[in-house]
C-alpha cells in the first residue's frame, strides 16, 4: 500500500521535492510509492480534514498489516 502525506508547503518546497524526485529517479534508484498533497494555506487543509474524514483516517492507520 503507498503513504498519503497532506501537509503544507510553499511553492518552493514543491519544487524542490520534484527536483529530488528527478534526480533519484536520475540516478535509477526506485521512487518512493508515496504521494503527497501539499496546501500553502493551512485554513485549506482544515478544509480538507472534517472530522468525519480524521476519524477514517484513523480507523484505516488501526488497521493490522496496513499501516506503513
Known amino acids: 500500500m503507498s503513504k498519503l502525506t497532506i501537509r503544507t ?3 518552493d518546497d514543491f519544487f524542490q521535492r520534484g527536483r529530488q524526485l528527478a534526480r533519484a529517479a ?4 526506485a ?3 508515496e504521494s ?8 485549506e487543509v482544515v478544509k480538507l480534514i472534517t472530522t468525519a474524514r ?12 496496513q499501516n506503513s
Open 9 to 11: 508547503g510553499t511553492e
Open 26 to 29: 536520475d540516478r535509477g534508484e
Open 36 to 43: 503527497t498533497i501539499s496546501f500553502e494555506d493551512p485554513a
Open 54 to 65: 480524521l476519524a477514517l483516517f484513523r480507523a484505516i492507520k488501526g488497521v493490522p498489516g
Open 31 to 33: 521512487l518512493p510509492s
